[in-house]
């Protein structure tokens, strides 16, 4: 039972920073992995981080050195630092919790970047 709250999205123009938090509630259990993905309208969801509970870290290329991704797992909480916004970052992003075989996503944030 794992609940997971997205906040932080909003609109910002090109070359701005914004920063995503995901607070997961809820009975947690051991290693898990939590990323953010994103989906723009006609396209697939995608990966753009994902940190497991031993720090390691993964970026889409699109993002690399733009995002940083964290967490806290005290609080149970993951964020992406977002630097140097471009319009095609514009997406819903997505909270995602990888727990043993299940998946936990929550509602979902709108980005939007244009000037």
């Known amino acids: 039972q794992v609940q997971l709250v997205e906040s932080g999205g909003g609109l910002v123009q090109p070359g701005g920073s914004l920063r995503l938090s995901c607070a997961a509630s809820?009975?947690?259990?051991?290693?898990?992995?939590m990323g953010w993905y994103r989906q723009a309208p006609g396209k697939q969801r995608e990966l753009v981080a994902a940190?497991?509970?031993?720090?390691?870290?993964n970026y889409a290329d699109s993002v690399k050195g733009r995002f940083t991704i964290s967490r806290d797992n005290a609080k149970n909480t993951v964020y992406l630092q977002m630097n140097s916004l471009k319009p095609e970052d514009t997406a819903v992003y997505y909270c995602?919790?990888?727990?043993?075989?299940?998946?936990?996503w929550g509602q979902g944030t709108q980005v939007t970047v244009s000037s």
């Open positions: 995602n919790l990888a727990y043993t075989s299940n998946s936990y």
């Open positions: 809820g009975r947690i259990f051991g290693i898990y992995t």
């Open positions: 940190i497991t509970s031993g720090t390691s870290t």
